[in-house]
């Protein structure tokens, strides 16, 4: 049985920066593309960054230049670092994993909610003063 399971979430002033992680078991990670998501009130659940197995990166545009995303294939963890968090940045952010392991090269050219089957409970990100 698949387990995903996010922390790092808080309350975080304009500017600052916050770290999420992931951790995950079930799955043989190191073959799964992995993606953030964020889902603010009221709005859409969004595709925030993927990492693919080989470990290529995508971002969508609001969080580029200020958002990193990085796996441990030992650990079997996922990392959000985010640096200048704006207010617009609160929602609540989730961690998923790919549907099924692939080595398809451009699985996060697009982070398509549909492309993730595994997901986690989500933790809440707030930025405030």
């Known amino acids: 049985q698949v387990q995903v399971v996010e922390s790092g979430g808080g309350l975080v002033q304009p500017g600052g920066s916050l770290r999420l992680s992931c951790t995950t078991s079930g799955l043989a990670f190191d073959v799964y593309a992995m993606a953030w998501f964020r889902q603010a009130p009221g709005k859409e659940r969004e595709g925030v960054s993927c990492i693919t197995w080989s470990g290529t990166t995508y971002y969508t545009d609001s969080v580029k230049g200020r958002f990193t995303i990085s796996r441990d294939n030992a650990k079997n963890t996922l990392d959000l670092r985010m640096n200048n968090l704006k207010p617009e940045d609160t929602a609540m952010y989730y961690c998923?994993?790919?549907?099924?392991?692939?080595?398809?090269?451009?699985?996060?050219?697009?982070?398509?909610?549909?492309?993730?089957?595994?997901w986690g409970q989500g933790t809440q990100v707030t930025v405030s003063e």
């Open positions: 998923a994993a790919a549907r099924y392991a692939s080595r398809i090269t451009n699985y996060c050219l697009s982070i398509r909610e549909g492309d993730f089957g595994y």
